[in-house]
C-alpha cells in the first residue's frame, strides 16, 4: 500500500533548464537564482570538494533560508548514498525546506525507497508536508543503475530521471565516453535512451544531461531541440549563458501549440474514429495522444 509519504507530488514549477552552481559559492548560487533557469540545482557533491562540504552544506542552509519567495524553484544535489555524506547533506538542508532533490549514483530503485524513508522522517522533524519533497534522479551513472532504468514506475517522489555519462565511463573503466567526432559512444546513448524510456514508463520528466562546452551554444540548441524531439523535456546546465537557449528548445512553438489544439478539435468533433484526414494526410490516435500531451505541458489542456 502506498503511504502518503510515498506519493508522487505534482511538480509546482516547469522543468526545462536545471542549472548547476556549487554549494560553497554564495555569488554563484545567487547568479543561479536569479536566472531564467527553471530550477537553480545547487550542487553538495561533484563541484564541492571534500574538505569544502562542511561549508558548502551550511552556505545552501543559509541561502535557501534567505529566499522566502520561489524556493520551489530552489534544489540541492546531494552526495550518494553509497558515501558518507549523505545524512549530513540532509541534516543541513532540510531545515530550510529546499523545493527538492537530485539524487546521484543510484544503484536502482532501492536507493529512492531509502531516501525517502530518511526524508520522511526530516520531514516530519522539521514541520514539512509529508512526501512534499520531490526527487529527480542521476539513473545512469553507475553501471549496475543501468539494468535497472525501467524500475522506477511508482518510486516515491520521483517527478524526473535523468542521465549522467562521466560518472558512467568512470564505472566501466572507460578512458573516454567519445567518439572520434565529438559524439557519445554508443554505451552512453544507450544510457540516454534507457533514461528516456525509463522517464516513459514512469509517467516522469526525462531530463537530458549537461553540455561541457558552455560557449558553444550552436551546438547546444542543435543537441537541445533533437533531444526534445526524441522526447525530453528539459536539459542540465552548467552555465547560465546555456539557459536561455534550453528555454527556448523546449518550449512548444505556436504554431506547435496551434496544430496541437486543430488536432484535438478535430478528433473531438469526430468521436470513435481511429483515423482521419488532416491536411491532405491522415491521422491515428498516437497523433491525438501527442498532441494532448504538449496541450498538458504548456497547461492548455
Keep these: 500500500?502506498?503511504?502518503?509519504?510515498?506519493?508522487?507530488?505534482?511538480?509546482?514549477?516547469?522543468?526545462?533548464?536545471?542549472?548547476?552552481?556549487?554549494?560553497?559559492?554564495?555569488k554563484k548560487m545567487a547568479k543561479a537564482a536569479d536566472s531564467a533557469a527553471d530550477i537553480a540545482l545547487f550542487d553538495l557533491e561533484d563541484a564541492v570538494a571534500t574538505e569544502n562540504k562542511g561549508l558548502a552544506r551550511q552556505l545552501v542552509h543559509d541561502f535557501l533560508a534567505s529566499r522566502t519567495e520561489g524556493r520551489e524553484r530552489l534544489w540541492v544535489r546531494i552526495n550518494p548514498l553509497d558515501g558518507p555524506?549523505?545524512?549530513?547533506?540532509?541534516?543541513?538542508?532540510?531545515?530550510?525546506r529546499p523545493g527538492g532533490l537530485m539524487l546521484p549514483k543510484v544503484y536502482g530503485r532501492q536507493d529512492v525507497d531509502r531516501l525517502d524513508h530518511y526524508l520522511s522522517a526530516l520531514e516530519v522533524a522539521n514541520g514539512i508536508e509529508p512526501g512534499s519533497t520531490p526527487l529527480i534522479v542521476l539513473i545512469t551513472e553507475t553501471a549496475e543503475a543501468m539494468f535497472h532504468t525501467g524500475d522506477y514506475k511508482g518510486a516515491p517522489r520521483v517527478v524526473a530521471l535523468t542521465w549522467g555519462a562521466e560518472d558512467l565511463a568512470d564505472s566501466i573503466g572507460a578512458s573516454s565516453n567519445r567518439n572520434a567526432d565529438g559524439s557519445y559512444g554508443f554505451t552512453y546513448e544507450l544510457a540516454r535512451s534507457l533514461c528516456l524510456l525509463g522517464a516513459a514508463s514512469a509517467g516522469v520528466t526525462a531530463i537530458?544531461?549537461?553540455?561541457?562546452?558552455?560557449?558553444?551554444?550552436e551546438g547546444l540548441k542543435a543537441?537541445?531541440?533533437?533531444?526534445?524531439?526524441?522526447?525530453?523535456?528539459?536539459?542540465?546546465?552548467?552555465?547560465?549563458?546555456?539557459?536561455?537557449?534550453?528555454?527556448?528548445?523546449?518550449?512548444?512553438?505556436e504554431e506547435e501549440i496551434n496544430q496541437a489544439i486543430e488536432i484535438v478539435d478535430l478528433?473531438?468533433?469526430?468521436?470513435?474514429?481511429?483515423?482521419i484526414g488532416y491536411k491532405g494526410g491522415m491521422l491515428d490516435r498516437p497523433y491525438l495522444s501527442r498532441a494532448e500531451h504538449l496541450l498538458r505541458q504548456v497547461g492548455r489542456l
Design 208 to 217: 537530458d544531461t549537461i553540455q561541457g562546452d558552455f560557449r558553444d551554444l
Design 85 to 96: 555524506y549523505t545524512l549530513l547533506d540532509l541534516a543541513a538542508v532540510m531545515p530550510a
Design 1 to 26: 500500500m502506498t503511504t502518503p509519504a510515498a506519493m508522487v507530488p505534482t511538480p509546482l514549477v516547469r522543468m526545462r533548464s536545471w542549472l548547476f552552481a556549487p554549494g560553497d559559492s554564495e
Design 223 to 253: 543537441r537541445a531541440e533533437k533531444v526534445r524531439r526524441d522526447g525530453y523535456r528539459g536539459m542540465l546546465a552548467i552555465h547560465p549563458a546555456q539557459v536561455d537557449v534550453i528555454n527556448a528548445a523546449f518550449t512548444p512553438t
Design 267 to 275: 478528433f473531438s468533433k469526430n468521436p470513435g474514429v481511429g483515423t
